[in-house]
């Protein structure tokens, strides 16, 4: 388990994190999720010891992380960081060699993975000749290379079609079920929903909501009914706390799941009208969570 308790870091009067805690086991993906500014980079930094602590300690499996162990992290920067003057094989080489892995392993690794990632053929290839998804294909190979225990996947989904979004989520899903603990930052709240065991929302250096992401669903008892009725008037309806129109459809927020069945009960005979009734997504509940923050300091 990965555990962070009562982590503080300043950069001079300004805070980057503030009394920061949470902990992620083993087999869980865990996703840190903010606006930009919120504190997701200044607690990678903190984890991969490139900056250190003002306050709290970070421990993994109940001892002080030893930030000497370069092979316990694996990290996917956000901004592309590989050295792209360089052919695929020999830009991976050199950073597992930066990690002391032996070379024959080197050679088993990076062909397991390339293969893996549909990428074998690009190995002869200078990086900077890839498109911009398949050299982050290639900054995941890095990433996994030396085989880490936890793995920081910053922005991940930057650049990579729907083809190679799918064929993350099941490298994701491959590692977590090898007990790997994943650390995931996205702004594309909606691709990595399905992903997310446990959630921190960060906001301005604190953090604002917490938890595991189906706890905290089951919790909420709102439920969103997506209509696909662009004429319908429901405003007045019982229960309905807010309307928003998306492309052809309405979405209709409900008080809870008794109200949002008495209204379908109403509607669901017409015709020319379909729905769908959905718990609170993952960016609705972020969007509560910093409503709510902003209401706080506000009062």
Known sequence: MLKLEHVTKYYGEQVGIEDLSFSVHDGRILCLLGTNGSGKSTTFRLLLGLLQCDQGTISYHGEKLNFQDKCLFGYLPEE?????????????????????????????????????????????????????????????????????????????LNGLDLENVALFKRL???????????????????????????????????????????????????????????????????????????NHSLILKMEDEKSAKALLRKYMRQENISYKIEMISLQQLIREALDASTHRILT
């Not at 050199?94 to 390339?114: C, D, G, S």
């Not at 969103?224 to 309806?237: A, K």
Request: hydrophobic letters at 35%; glycine letters at 4%; a positive charge.
């Open 80 to 156: 592309k960081s590989i050295l792209r003057d360089l052919k695929v094989k020999d830009a991976v080489t050199y950073l597992a060699q930066l990690k002391k892995v032996e070379k024959i392993q080197i050679e088993k690794n990076m062909t397991y993975w390339l293969d893996y990632l549909n990428i074998e053929k690009y190995r002869n290839r200078k990086v900077q000749a890839l498109s911009k998804g398949n050299v982050q294909l290639v900054q995941l190979v890095c990433a996994l290379i030396h085989e880490p225990k936890i793995l920081i996947f910053d922005e991940p």
């Open 172 to 246: 994701c899903w491959k590692l977590k079920k090898e007990g790997k603990i994943l650390l995931i930052s996205s702004h594309q709240y909606n691709n990595i929903e399905d992903l997310c065991d446990d959630v921190v929302v960060l906001h301005k250096g604190k953090c604002i909501l917490k938890g595991s992401l189906r706890q905290l669903k089951k919790a909420n008892k709102q439920r969103y009914i997506t209509l696909f009725d662009e004429n319908g008037d429901y405003e007045d309806e019982r229960g309905v706390l807010e309307i928003t129109q998306n």
